[in-house]
C-alpha cells in the first residue's frame, strides 16, 4: 500500500511539473536583415528568391529599398529554408534569421555577414559560377586538351570545399545536404563544361561529336557523379535544376553518359512549366502563345505549375496592344533625367540593350540603318542600356561616339515592361499607347512595315 501511494504522488508531482512547465518555444518565422550594398549603381538591387516555384514567378523576390547611404532594412515570414540571392551573392535564409549584411555587387569575396544565419552565408561567400563552368573559372584552368587535367582539378578543389563545409557551424541538416549536392554539381559541370573551353583555346573545335569524344575517358566517372542524383527534393537547388537540360540530353545519354539518372515526371513538369514561360517571356502574350499555354497546362498534372503559368499568363495582359504606355525615367551620361513621355506626339522605337549583350551588339548595324532611313520623320529612337557596370556603358558609348538619346536605365526600373531578357525592342504610338511591347528586331523586315503603318 505504502508502495502504491508513492507512486500515485510520484504521477501526481510528474503531473504538476509538466503541467506548470513552459511550452518549448517556436522558431520564429521572420527574417530580418540589414545592411548595405556597395557598388549596385545601376544593377538591380532585389532579394530574389531560388526555390523552384519563386524562379517560375518571381513573385516571392523582394525588392531592397535603399537610403542615400545605399543602407537597407527588410523583414518578410519565411515558411521554409532556402536559397536565396542579392546582385552575386547566394544566400541561404532559414525562418528566425536575422543579418547584418555587407553585399558588394563587384566582389562577392567582400561581403560581411554577421548575427544569426551569418556561418552559412560566409561559407556560399565564394562558391564557384556554374555558367563559369564551376572550378574552370571562365576557362582560366583549362591549360591542355587533357581531360585528365580537369579531373585532377575538380578533385582537388572538392575536397577543399568539403572540408571548409564540415566547418561550418549551425548549419542545418538541409543545408549540409545540398551543399554536399553542389560539390557534386560543381565536378560534374566543370568536366561537361571542358570542351567548350577548351574549344575556346583552339585544343579543337566544339560540337556534340567533340563533347562525346573529350568526356569518354571520364564517362564512367561522370555516370557514378550522378547516380542517386534523381530525387525531387534537389529540385530547391538552384544548380541542380540549371542542369537537367545537361543530364536529360539525348544525344549524351545515347551515347552512354548520364544513363543512372532519370528524370522523374515532377522534373519533366518543371521543364515544361519552365520552356513554356520562357517563350512567353520572350514573345509576349500573342494569340500562338495563348494556344499553346492551354495545351501545356493540360499535360501538367502539378497544380502549382499550372498555377505558375495562368499568374504569368495574367501578368502580361497589362502589355497589351492599345494599353496607355507605361513612363519610366532615363539617365544621360552627364547626369540628366529624362522621361520616356517627353517624347509623346512622336512613334517611340526604344532598344533595350547592354553592352555584355552579344546579340544586342549584333544588331547594332541594323538599328543604326533604320534610325539612318526614318531620319526626319515623325519617329524617335531611342538606345536604352540596362548595364550594371556604368563605365563599361560609358566607355562603350565614346567608343562608338554615341551622343544624343543614348540613355542608361536599371532593369528594375523596367517592371511594368517585364524586360527579363535581351534584346527587347518597344514600339508605341504617337498617342503613348502600346503597339507592341515585343517589337521585331532592327533587322527583320516586319519591323518596317509596322513602324510605314504608324507614320
Not at 582537388?156 to 541538416?173: D, M, P, Q, Y
Not at 573545335?205 to 571520364?218: G, L
Not at 539617365?331 to 513621355?341: A, D, F, I, M, R
Amino acid at each position: 500500500m505504502r508502495n502504491i501511494k508513492s507512486l500515485l504522488l510520484s504521477l501526481l508531482a510528474f503531473i504538476i511539473f509538466t503541467g506548470c512547465s513552459p511550452e518549448k518555444e517556436e522558431t520564429p518565422k521572420t527574417v530580418v536583415i540589414q545592411g548595405e550594398l556597395i557598388n549596385f549603381n545601376n544593377a538591380t538591387k532585389t532579394l530574389s528568391a531560388r526555390s523552384s516555384l519563386a524562379s517560375l514567378t518571381g513573385d516571392q523576390n523582394v525588392e531592397l529599398s535603399v537610403d542615400a547611404n545605399n543602407h537597407f532594412s527588410t523583414s518578410f515570414w519565411l515558411e521554409e529554408e532556402g536559397y536565396y540571392s542579392v546582385g552575386r551573392n547566394q544566400l541561404y535564409l532559414s525562418p528566425g534569421d536575422s543579418l547584418v549584411v555587407s553585399l558588394d555587387y563587384m566582389d562577392p569575396n567582400k561581403a560581411t555577414f554577421e548575427g544569426i544565419g551569418a556561418e552559412v552565408n560566409r561559407y556560399l561567400m565564394d562558391v564557384p559560377f556554374p555558367k563559369s563552368g564551376s572550378y574552370l573559372s571562365g576557362g582560366r584552368e583549362v591549360k591542355s586538351p587533357d581531360v585528365q587535367d580537369i579531373v585532377k582539378l575538380a578533385e582537388t578543389e572538392n575536397a577543399a570545399r568539403l572540408t571548409k563545409l564540415e566547418g561550418v557551424k549551425n548549419a542545418s541538416a538541409q543545408f549540409k545536404e545540398f551543399e554536399k549536392l553542389r560539390l557534386d554539381l560543381d565536378f560534374i559541370n566543370t568536366l561537361e563544361s571542358f570542351p567548350i573551353y577548351a574549344s575556346f583555346k583552339d585544343y579543337f573545335e566544339f560540337s556534340d561529336e567533340n563533347w562525346i569524344k573529350a568526356m569518354t575517358p571520364v564517362q564512367e566517372l561522370l555516370n557514378e557523379k550522378t547516380t542517386n542524383l534523381d530525387q525531387n527534393k534537389y529540385m530547391e537547388h538552384p544548380n541542380f535544376r540549371d542542369m537537367l537540360g545537361v543530364f536529360g540530353n539525348e544525344k549524351f545519354r545515347s551515347s552512354g553518359f548520364f544513363t543512372g539518372f532519370t528524370l522523374t515526371p515532377e522534373m519533366k513538369e518543371f521543364q515544361k512549366t519552365e520552356s513554356f514561360l520562357y517563350t512567353l517571356k520572350n514573345a509576349g502574350l500573342v494569340d500562338s502563345i495563348v494556344v499553346q499555354s492551354k495545351t501545356v497546362m493540360a499535360d501538367l498534372s502539378n497544380p502549382d505549375y499550372q498555377d505558375a503559368i495562368e499568374y504569368t499568363l495574367s501578368s502580361y495582359n497589362t502589355l497589351d496592344p492599345g494599353h496607355a504606355a507605361y513612363d519610366f525615367v532615363m539617365n544621360t551620361q552627364s547626369g540628366e533625367k529624362h522621361p520616356l513621355s517627353q517624347y509623346k506626339g512622336k512613334v517611340i522605337y526604344v532598344d533595350f540593350w547592354a553592352t555584355w549583350c552579344g546579340p544586342c551588339i549584333a544588331e547594332e548595324p541594323a538599328y543604326e540603318q533604320l534610325k539612318e532611313d526614318y531620319k526626319g520623320k515623325d519617329i524617335e529612337f531611342l538606345s536604352v542600356s540596362i548595364d550594371t557596370n556604368v563605365r563599361a556603358w560609358e566607355n562603350y558609348i565614346q567608343k562608338k561616339g554615341w551622343t544624343e538619346k543614348t540613355y542608361l536605365i536599371s532593369q528594375a526600373e523596367l517592371a511594368d515592361y517585364k524586360i527579363n531578357g535581351i534584346p527587347r525592342y518597344l514600339l508605341i504610338d504617337e498617342n503613348f499607347n502600346i503597339v507592341t511591347a515585343f517589337a521585331p528586331r532592327p533587322s527583320e523586315e516586319k519591323v518596317r512595315s509596322m513602324i510605314d503603318e504608324l507614320l
